[in-house]
């Protein structure tokens, strides 16, 4: 077994099983992978058909909600000494393992840390794209600059399993952020590798209720890490992410047409409403959801 794909799940089931059916297409031998699914919520029973499917696939649980708890889980259970990552709902090019497996074959000197590569974005309607689409067509993956800046994220992640070992896995503490801790860390003494044509797309967020739990979640891993121990300054972090955001908004206004730009500063409003409530729950001792 050459490559592991860890899959964390929870209550996606239709996209799951879109991913699973285009891992089955991979021009890639499907004797030399693996697909590890991660059930987060053991409260319901993944019902899949591992049978219908042309490569080893596992179904496993971790009770212990969050994501990077699940990815760890999938970390232990991983035959392959490559391990690679992806969202339930996303959609690796059908090159995708074949690429990766390309470039580490020649990492001779076991130098990657990571190797990650482009994110885009897909739509429901590309005709017609609601308030939070547009918000997301214009904030979309940066994973290149990410990449410069040593970190990668796990919608689309390869590295070598001895090497996630090596630095403990991811923070089962967080909700977020946990990929850009891990990477980071890895980042001091690996390579992040961006290779432009290891591409997986990403569904943009059709609803404005989920970018703002999206960004909760960015908010509360942000506290863990960083602020956990000092609430004044994550107060002015707070009232900066606020900033940023309308600063963002209202420069749209001049570059972009207005019912694009206006779908923007709702978006904006409604997310930075919700940071001040995540905000007023993370002092208070409330961890952040899901």
């Not at 991983?78 to 339930?88: E, V």
């Not at 497996?101 to 840390?113: P, T, V």
């Amino acid at each position: 077994m050459k490559i592991s794909v860890i899959i964390p799940y929870y209550q996606d089931y239709i996209r799951l099983n879109l991913l699973l059916e285009q891992l089955g297409k991979q021009n890639f031998d499907l004797h030399l992978f693996e697909v590890i699914v991660v059930n987060n919520d053991p409260s319901q029973n993944l019902d899949i058909e591992a049978q219908y499917f042309p490569f080893d696939l596992n179904i496993i649980y971790e009770s212990i909600p969050g994501s990077y708890s699940a990815r760890n889980a999938g970390i232990s259970h991983a035959k392959g000494y490559i391990l690679a990552f992806t969202d339930s709902d996303c959609l690796p090019d059908l090159d995708w393992l074949e690429n990766a497996w390309q470039l580490f074959s020649e990492d001779f000197e076991k130098e990657i840390g990571v190797l990650t590569g482009p994110v885009p974005l897909f739509y429901k309607d590309p005709d017609k794209l609601t308030d939070s689409e547009v918000y997301e067509k214009y904030t979309g993956f940066t994973t290149e600059s990410y990449a410069k800046q040593g970190h990668a994220i796990t919608a689309n992640w390869f590295s070598y399993k001895s090497v996630l070992e090596e630095f403990g896995g991811f923070n089962a503490d967080l909700k977020s952020n946990g990929d850009s801790e891990l990477s980071d860390k890895i980042s001091k003494k690996y390579k992040i590798v961006y290779f432009p044509v290891l591409e997986v797309m990403h569904p943009a967020r059709f609803e404005i209720v989920q970018l703002v739990n999206k960004y909760k979640r960015l908010l509360g891993g942000t506290f863990t890490r960083r602020f956990y121990k000092n609430p004044k300054a994550f107060r002015i972090h707070v009232i900066q992410f606020i900033f940023k955001r309308y600063r963002f908004a209202l420069k749209k206004f001049f570059t972009i047409s207005p019912t694009e730009s206006w779908a923007i500063l709702k978006v904006c409003h409604a997310i930075n409403l919700g940071a001040i409530k995540e905000y007023k729950s993370l002092i208070k001792g409330k961890q952040t959801k899901r």
